[in-house]
Nanobody, 117 residues
Framework: QVQLVESGGGLVQAGGSLRLSCAAS????????MAWYRQAPGKQRELVAT???????TYTDPVKGRFTISRDRPKNTVVLQMNSLKPEDTAVYYC???????????WGQGTQVTVSS
């Protein structure tokens, strides 16, 4: 099972930027799909962005045009660059890795992002 460790969360004012990183214990380019999820207080965890082993990316509508998911090969990390942050982006952000149909997905411990108005 791959181990995931997120970093980069914090407190930022609305309109600001944060860069989240997810370090993995195996080569991220061999993982089928890596993703960022978030969970706000009192809400269900929701998918934010995904990137496949081939580099295809997807985004949930509320973050399109503001967030970018990418991979850093030398650091073996998945990065979520978040710009033009809004208070509604406040949540715990989780890194996720899917390695095929028959393996359970791996999750990181989460990192808190708080956007003040």
């Amino acid at each position: 099972q791959v181990q995931l460790v997120e970093s980069g969360g914090g407190l930022v004012q609305a309109g600001g930027s944060l860069r989240l990183s997810c370090a993995a214990s195996r080569n991220i380019f061999t993982i089928d799909t890596m993703a960022w999820y978030r969970q706000a207080p009192g809400k269900q965890r929701e998918l934010v962005a995904t990137i496949t082993s081939g580099g295809t990316t997807t985004y949930t509508d509320p973050v399109k045009g503001r967030f970018t998911i990418s991979r850093d090969r030398p650091k073996n990390t998945v990065v979520l660059q978040m710009n033009s942050l809004k208070p509604e982006d406040t949540a715990v952000y989780y890194c996720n890795a899917v390695m095929g149909t028959f393996r359970p997905p791996a999750w990181g411990q989460g990192t808190q992002v708080t956007v003040s108005s």
